[in-house]
């Protein structure tokens, strides 16, 4: 997998790009700075259409952390679970990540720390997936084929740029 082979990347939140405590002056899991220098190189420098996908709560937006780490401006969809009623696993979820994306399944690459929600799922709509996993695979969990393993979303550029 290739920067040609990929034109849209869509992005899981919690556990993906953020950072685990809750900021509570923007009341949500502030964005990693590491993982927002990445969406930067994938998006302004790759030029890669960046879709958030997001399972949320009512009161989750992710706008505040992601305009407060300067990369709101990055994304050209937010598909998030609670304003859409519908949530990830449900395939018509995959169905907005593909319309968002427009571009054929096999140009997405979806991420996220979420082996059925953001790897298996989206691989069975033709997807190519990156479970995030700082730790590596838990016991008992296989990758689906073809299903990439990073530890963190700043592995993601070297990856696509190298092929």
Same mark, same amino acid.
């Given at each position: 997998? #290739?920067q040609?082979?990929?034109?849209?990347?869509?992005?899981?939140?919690?556990?993906?790009?953020s950072?685990?405590p809750?900021?509570?002056?923007? &009341?949500q899991?502030?964005?990693?700075?590491s993982?927002?220098?990445?969406l930067r190189?994938?998006?302004?420098?790759?030029?890669?259409?960046?879709?958030l *996908?997001?399972?949320? !709560?009512?009161?989750?937006t992710?706008w505040? &952390?992601?305009?407060?780490?300067?990369i709101?401006?990055?994304?050209?969809a *937010?598909?998030?679970?609670y304003?859409?009623?519908?949530?990830?696993?449900?395939?018509?979820?995959?169905?907005l990540?593909?319309a &968002?994306?427009?571009?054929?399944?096999?140009? $997405?690459?979806? $991420?996220g720390?979420?082996?059925?929600?953001?790897?298996?799922?989206p691989v #069975?709509r033709?997807m190519?997936?990156? !479970? $995030?996993?700082?730790h590596g695979?838990?016991? *008992?969990?296989?990758?689906p084929?073809?299903?990439?393993?990073?530890?963190?979303v700043r592995?993601?550029p070297?990856?696509?740029? #190298?092929?």
């Open positions: 997998m #290739t040609r082979h990929i034109r849209a990347i869509a992005l899981d939140y919690g556990g993906t790009i950072l685990d809750v900021d509570h002056l923007i &009341a899991k502030p964005v990693d700075p993982a927002a220098a990445a190189i994938l998006g302004e420098d790759l030029g890669l259409r960046l879709i *996908a997001s399972n949320t !709560l009512p009161c989750e992710r505040p &952390a992601l305009q407060q780490a300067g709101a401006g990055l994304f050209t *937010a598909l998030l679970s304003p859409l009623g519908v949530r990830k696993p449900d395939p018509l979820f995959y169905d990540v593909l &968002a994306a427009g571009c054929p399944a096999r140009q $997405v690459l979806f $991420v720390d979420n082996l059925g929600c953001d790897v298996t799922a #069975t033709g190519h997936a990156a !479970l $995030v996993r700082p695979l838990r016991p *008992a969990e296989v990758l084929a073809g299903a990439l393993l990073i530890r963190h592995d993601l070297a990856l696509l740029e #190298t092929g």
